[in-house]
């Protein structure tokens, strides 16, 4: 589709959505501690209609200008307090509310809550916590409020809400998550700055950012994701900002457990278990998880588990602190990549019995969050990684040849050692009559990785141990690395509200990065029977400093209650990593010039609500990737094809992203009654165009950038009665490119190709009673067969086939 059709569909959006009236109301009140005429100073006071959040005064008053008329959802919350949720309509007189500390002991609580919605999506306020997401396009994704496989992670369900992502699948079990989008290889989610609870969690930040931990969906409260613009405050990563923000403490119970037991077909089996609550200022939650499955495809067993604890203490009324850990272990059989002769003859078929990888990945983290005054807070955390993965197999370039227990096999280990500090000061303040937030922050990162790659045993069992060269290996090099990084990093961001209608978000981000690798590398030489003639060994050091600053501005302006315009411009610039700088791949070739890159993005949209009823965004975006990375195919001296990892050139990619979502039966409700039916429905289609505008490269300059779909479009409905729901999701991408030159394939290797499109249903039922509820998924309901990726080297190499059709049963327990 060409440019001029984007922008007759986004004009005919803004007139759709163009404003009907001018808000004019004012929301004024007093916030006082229950039981005593003491005002709560700082207390925050959210109006869903402006996704903004206001402070009380040093008398506990606040005021909220800029209103539509009727009726109007008001959350008020303050540190050591329980929060209080309730519906006012406008106009109307100043009033009082109180808030109940959460050390005191009541005998009922009384809540006007706002009707609850069964959108599985919504979206970032201006200020939280101590982050500024004004006039940036972000996604919040509620698991809670979706009918899904959450057993699974099945990342088609649990982000189909998302417009423009690009999934790998590489798992039926949810292990690891692969996304991508605008144009951004997918692979391990390498592309997005991955957090749990605003932590890193991935290999290392800068040079090896690899997420091989998912956290259970079951124990994530909200999926946060900003795009492009989350540069400035998250890492300059172009892909943006990926939050998995964890439950926490029942603030509300001493003990509250929740037990969930899931089985499914090919020997599939998922016990979550999680324990929460408060006692006195010290609020904790913890989980287990154990799961285990054997996969679609023969040899695709898997077997891991997952802990996790989290205790905060309330040290006084202004100060809480925190630490949490997490351990995630598993081991995994991998069946190994196919041809696309293969593929077509057999999806199913794997003639890889002794591949296997292995995770151990330990994050550590304390936390503090300090209220200086009621319009100041702090936040600091430590954060740590100690984890290892490991991979194991026979992987030779033509992946049809037949394995035995004679060949030897290619092992890879790596060791991650990574520490770091971040801080963080939010303000709000006024000046010259008008409001403002100014955000400043740093943080220091250090990471170690050792990685060493070389021969392992014959055999078929998960042995992770290094042997001497064997004439039958798939490589004949192997290599001991040591990454030593470290990085320095100072931002800000500052909003500015110009009028109650119209703000402007200026940021900058100075960076610091320093890189070194120290090693050997030993290549065998062998004669053409696969005799070892001599072994040679080659001492590198390499040591790469820079630092630079990226900047970026963002505007939004609503012109009335529950809509919004917004845009924004930021700088990007992504490391290469570790796997660039060396890794023997027979596979992949790495040019030993390659360059960062650079670049930057952009958003233009318009977004909004109706309470209860609707909710869309739809916006344009454009990601000009200069120096991008990409790869191409080549041949070697005995003319097999391999895949050569170089800066191809740099891309221009530009689309219209789109959402929307419709509860179709709310209207007809009266407010009062509850809804025994529901019905809703939701759609978000991207239309993509990525070209590479130049490169020095034959063959590329023109063509399509890799893994960019021109058309993603992703439509469900969720329906219900009473406490019983049930969903459908569908799921359809158009072709892509694994290469820079878009070949249509590589014959024998089968890692470079098209992807061809493919489209998937999935379906679930969830019924709910009291402490009870069950549930039922079938994932690729219409049995489609496809893939979504063709993989270099583990787990492949090779066409990854996507899994068939599924069941699975979930009973889960809440006491």
Excluded: C
């Excluded at 939280?128 to 099945?154: D, H, M, Q, R, Y």
């Excluded at 290889?185 to 609870?197: A, D, G, H, I, L």
């Excluded at 285990?292 to 809480?320: C, I, M, V």
């Excluded at 790495?590 to 009823?613: C, F, H, M």
């Amino acid at each position: 589709m060409r440019l001029p059709v984007y922008k007759a569909l986004l004009l005919f959006g803004l007139a759709l959505l163009a404003p009907a009236a001018w808000a004019q109301e004012t929301l004024r009140g007093r916030v006082q501690i229950a039981g005593r005429d003491q005002p709560v100073v700082g207390a925050e006071v959210y109006v869903a209609s402006l996704s903004r959040v206001v402070l009380t005064d040093s008398a506990g008053r606040f005021e909220v200008t800029g209103l539509a008329a009727g009726p109007q959802q008001v959350r008020v919350s303050a540190l050591g307090y329980l929060p209080l949720q309730l519906e006012v309509r406008l106009p109307a007189d100043g009033f009082g509310l109180e808030l109940t500390p959460r050390d005191q002991t009541t005998l009922k609580e009384v809540v006007v809550a706002a009707p609850q919605t069964t959108f599985g999506q919504t979206r970032l306020r201006e200020v939280e916590g101590t982050a500024i997401f004004a006039a940036k396009k972000s996604e919040v994704i509620v698991p809670e409020n979706l009918v899904a496989n959450l057993a699974t992670n099945n990342p088609r369900q649990v982000y189909a809400r998302v417009p423009g992502l690009n999934i790998w699948e590489s798992d039926a079990g949810g292990l690891q998550l692969s996304i991508g989008g605008r144009g951004l290889e997918p692979n391990r989610t390498t592309n997005f700055n991955v957090r749990q609870n605003n932590y890193d969690i991935s290999a290392d930040a800068l040079g090896y950012p690899e997420s091989y931990y998912t956290p259970p969906t079951e124990a994530v409260k909200r999926i946060q994701l900003v795009r492009g613009a989350a540069s400035l405050q998250y890492g300059t990563q172009f892909g943006g900002l990926l939050n998995f923000e964890l439950r926490g403490p029942d603030p509300d119970r001493k003990a509250a457990v929740t037990s969930r037991q899931t089985v499914g077909s090919y020997g599939f089996f998922n016990s979550f278990n999680s324990v929460a609550g408060t006692v006195g200022k010290l609020g904790y939650y913890a989980y287990a998880q154990y799961k285990r499955g054997d996969g679609w495809r023969p040899n695709s067993h898997f077997d891991s588990k997952t802990a996790y604890a989290d205790l905060r203490y309330q040290a006084t009324e202004n100060l809480r602190v925190g630490a949490q850990v997490t351990h995630m272990d598993y081991l995994a059989q991998q069946p190994g990549g196919l041809t696309d002769r293969q593929f077509l003859q057999n999806p199913r078929q794997s003639n890889r019995e002794r591949n296997w990888f292995a995770v151990d990945w330990n994050l550590f983290n304390v936390s503090a969050d300090w209220k200086l005054n009621a319009r100041a807070n702090v936040n600091v955390i430590g954060f740590g990684i100690v984890a290892s993965r490991q991979s194991l197999g026979y992987r030779p370039n033509q992946v049809d040849r037949p394995d035995n227990d004679a060949n030897g096999r290619d092992l890879i280990d790596g060791d991650f050692r990574n520490y770091g500090l971040e801080a963080r000061f939010l303000n709000r303040y006024q000046m010259a009559g008008k409001d403002g937030v100014l955000l400043v922050g740093t943080r220091l990162y250090r990471g170690n990785t050792h990685s060493q790659q070389g021969f392992g045993p014959a055999g078929r069992g998960a042995d992770f141990r290094f042997v001497a060269a064997d004439r039958f290996a798939s490589t004949k090099n192997s290599s001991d690395y040591r990454f030593p990084n470290s990085n320095v990093a100072f931002f800000a961001e500052n909003i500015f509200y110009l009028t109650d209608k119209l703000s402007v978000t200026p940021g900058v981000r100075y960076e610091f990065i320093r890189t070194r690798a120290e090693g050997v590398l030993n290549v065998v030489d062998s004669d053409l029977a696969g005799n070892i003639l001599q072994t040679r060994t080659q001492n590198e050091a390499r040591v790469n400093s820079r630092g630079f600053v990226l900047g970026g501005l963002g505007v939004s302006f609503k012109p009335r209650e529950q809509l919004e315009f917004y845009g924004n411009i930021s700088q990007n610039y992504r490391s290469i990593t570790f796997s660039d700088m060396q890794i023997v791949n027979p596979s992949s070739v790495i040019d030993p010039n390659l360059q960062d890159e650079r670049g930057y993005s952009a958003d233009l949209g318009v977004r909004g609500e109706k309470t209860g009823v609707l909710t869309y965004d739809v916006s344009v975006f454009a990601l000009n990737y200069g120096n991008r990375i990409g790869e191409i195919q080549d041949f070697d001296g005995f003319n097999n094809v391999f895949r050569y990892r170089l800066n191809a050139g740099r891309a221009l990619i530009v689309g219209v992203e789109s959402y929307a979502e419709v509860e179709l039966l709310r209207p007809t409700a009266p407010p009062a009654e509850p809804r025994r039916w529901q019905l809703s429905a939701f759609s978000n289609v991207a239309l993509i165009r990525g070209r590479y505008v130049q490169s020095f490269l034959a063959g590329v300059e023109g063509k399509r950038v890799e893994f960019v779909p021109d058309v993603n479009f992703k439509a469900g409905t969720r329906a219900g009665y009473g406490p019983l729901k049930a969903s459908l999701q569908f799921l359809y991408l158009s072709d892509q490119y694994s290469d820079a030159t878009n070949a249509v394939s590589s014959g024998a290797s089968a890692v470079i190709g098209r992807i061809p499109a493919y489209q998937v249903l999935d379906a679930s039922l969830s019924w709910e009673r009291r402490w009870l509820k069950l549930e039922a998924s079938v994932n690729n309901l219409a049995d489609a067969r496809y893939f979504t990726r063709r993989a270099t080297a583990y787990p492949g190499p090779g066409i990854l086939p996507s899994d068939g059709r599924s069941y699975f049963l979930t009973v889960g327990v809440k006491l």
